[in-house]
């Protein structure tokens, strides 16, 4: 069967399935785009809009576990548990503490550079001469008021050095000379030149998806309901209402993509890292670049719409109530992070990130359904590792080797659970 007479359909319109969708077309295929609401509206609308591929470092390592509990008991701390929710959320907590074993953090840092460092060139090849004035490499900035970056980010460093990142550790001078807004108790910071932001989130999405819809690609509005399957095939994705049968499909519905997997047969370790975000639309006073405390956990980017302050985890039902606090704890950080920035007319978001234990996303096919691929779990990076996800996905798809190894991100990682 040639490219151009197989029949694609990727579930989800956020930035993975937008890329993926994008990228499967340009490769000859008839794609089809499934999203319930409007694409990108989901949690690609709500992130900090970093595009980082000098991320190297998971979010579980050596020594965190320590951290926690005063986190939890700190109200305007980076991490919140909603107690009730414990029952459900243990196995995926204990596998995050298991996680942050060195050696598997080693191994775990090694994958997500691949799936990162080209971040920026690839998303210049697929939006083109649109890039211009979406996205930005103006650098990132993480900044600490003591005198020098905290202890644990030493072994971060050293990850980092294993593979060359090029990361200028700022004196108290050099930084308040970079932000001369930021309160003068910041005192160290370190800058990675390579990273940047998008300036809209939701209009990078919107843009991939228009050049989507404008070589031929269709959005379907639908929810999706399961699969019909035969002889260990999925034949057909099933909605509301009606069907749609297709030669291939890529799940990348974040947080709900766990559900789907588990009518097919996977059950994949997928929890919600529910974020938070404030938006300032007339900030005044606001960040050059973006920006992240690293001792309260958050970043402050400047965005075409204003300053987005977001951050934090809370891990709960992806379903539970906005809990609008963990939105005005990071506010007051941020007031004491740039004193004088006008905060009237703020809004509040809140969304599901699509976490997995070892911060690594799940791109493989579903082990029962070989025509199914996965590309979902990207946790805190998708952004940044949305193009080579959808890279990948084409390869694995197309029958080729992958530009970088697949293996890190398969099922097979989670042994038979």
Known sequence: MENSSKRAVVIGGGIIGATTALK?????LSVSLVERNNPGEGCSFGNGGAISPDVCVPIALPGMLRKVPRWLFDPKGPLVLRW?????????????????????????SHALRALHAQS???????????????????????????????????????????????VQLLDTATLQGMEPGLCKSFR????????????NPLRLVQTLVTLFEQ???????????????????ATAVLFDKGRLDS????????????????KLGDRIPLQAERGYHVMLPNPGIAPRIKISNRESMFGMTPLETGVRIAGTVEIASPDAPMDEARAHAMLDHARNMYPGINTEDATYWMGSRPSIPDSLPVIDRSSRHDNVIYAFG??????????????????????RPGPVPHEPYELKRFGGS
């Not at 499967?24 to 000859?28: H, K, N, S, T, V």
């Not at 004035?133 to 050293?158: N, V």
């Not at 160290?188 to 300036?199: A, D, K, R, V, Y």
């Open 24 to 28: 499967l077309q340009r490769a000859g």
């Open 84 to 108: 009730g929710y414990l029952p459900k959320a243990l196995p995926w907590l204990l596998r995050w503490i298991r996680a942050g074993r060195e050696d598997r953090v080693r191994e775990v």
């Open 120 to 166: 920026y060139v690839m998303y210049e090849e697929l939006l083109g001469e649109r890039a211009q004035g979406l996205i930005e490499m103006t650098g990132q900035i993480y900044a600490w008021r003591s005198e020098q970056p905290a202890a644990s980010e030493a072994f971060s460093q050293a990850l980092r050095a294993e593979f060359g990142i090029e």
């Open 188 to 199: 160290s910071g370190l800058f990675f030149p390579e990273n940047g932001h998008t300036l």
């Open 215 to 233: 070589a031929g690609g269709r959005v379907l509005r639908e929810t999706v309901r399961g699969f019909d399957v035969a002889d260990g095939k």
């Open 247 to 262: 030669d291939l499909f890529v799940l990348a519905a974040g947080i709900d993509s766990g559900t789907i997997a588990r």
């Open 378 to 399: 990207h946790g805190h990076f998708g952004l940044t590792g949305a193009p080579m996800t959808a890279e990948l996905v084409t390869s694995r798809i197309l029958g």
